[in-house]
């Protein structure tokens, strides 16, 4: 079946020490999205690629970086984490052809920073 | 800016009552629609969406959802409720203009056995 994947499923990290989360798509989708969710909120969009065209929400810390190096990966890269950063990591895909721009989820990634 | 605003944020029911979400946005233009579930622990599920055509759209689990556009709304429905549609409930949507899902901060429902 066509899907996202991410992992690890859940990612426990130190205060400070880098972290990847990584995403994968069979979906050939152009757009890839990272969200972060923290409990009982909406998802919060972190920045997507269109194919590899880089796009940053304004409100995104610089403490998040991702990187696309093809269509099928995306990595989500926490150069140092904070209590903060503690929530879930999500992974989505969409195809930016008409406006059935429906957003593929994958399970997300639950971040645990001690 | 653009907006989603759901209504009620907390919702507690008995099992087999009715249920409408409210879901309304601000966008004027053409938009796609979504309501996604979120049981607890789970990730995001989609449970019904609306691009075109019947306003009227059949999801998942017996959930149906309305857009009524003069209202700017796309309420969802559920006649008869169960223990185990406890969950939280986001509505979205996608403006013609751009990729970004706008959503709204979330209804979490709790259906009392």
């Known amino acids: 079946d066509a899907m996202v994947i991410q992992n690890p499923r859940y990612q426990v990290t130190q205060f400070g020490k880098p972290v990847t989360l990584s995403c994968s798509q069979t979906l050939n989708h152009n757009v890839m999205y990272w969200y972060q969710q923290k409990s009982s909120q909406a998802p919060k969009l972190l920045f997507h690629?269109?194919?590899?065209?880089?796009?940053n929400e304004a409100d995104t810390p610089d403490n998040f970086q991702s990187r696309r190096p093809n269509t099928s990966f995306c990595f989500l890269d926490i150069r140092s984490p904070g209590l903060g950063d503690a929530a879930m990591y999500l992974c989505a895909t969409s195809t930016p052809l008409g406006l059935a721009r429906e957003q593929f989820f994958g399970p997300g990634t639950r971040l645990t920073v001690l | 800016a653009q907006s989603v605003s759901q209504h009620n944020h907390h919702v507690i029911l008995s099992e087999a009552a009715s249920l409408e979400l409210g879901c309304n946005y601000s966008y004027g233009g053409t938009v796609n629609l979504f309501w996604y579930v979120q049981y607890p622990g789970q990730h995001l599920q989609l449970l019904l969406k609306?691009?075109?055509?019947d306003p009227l759209v059949k999801g998942i689990k017996g959930f149906e959802a309305e857009f009524i556009k003069s209202k700017f709304s796309f309420n969802l429905r559920k006649p008869s409720v169960q223990w185990s549609d406890t969950a939280e409930y986001f509505c979205?949507?996608?403006?013609?203009?751009?990729?970004?899902?706008?959503w709204g901060a979330g209804t979490k429902l709790i259906i009392k056995p």
């Open positions: 979205a949507v996608i403006q013609d203009s751009n990729y970004q899902l706008i």
């Open positions: 690629y269109y194919d590899k065209d880089f796009n």
């Open positions: 609306y691009f075109s055509g």
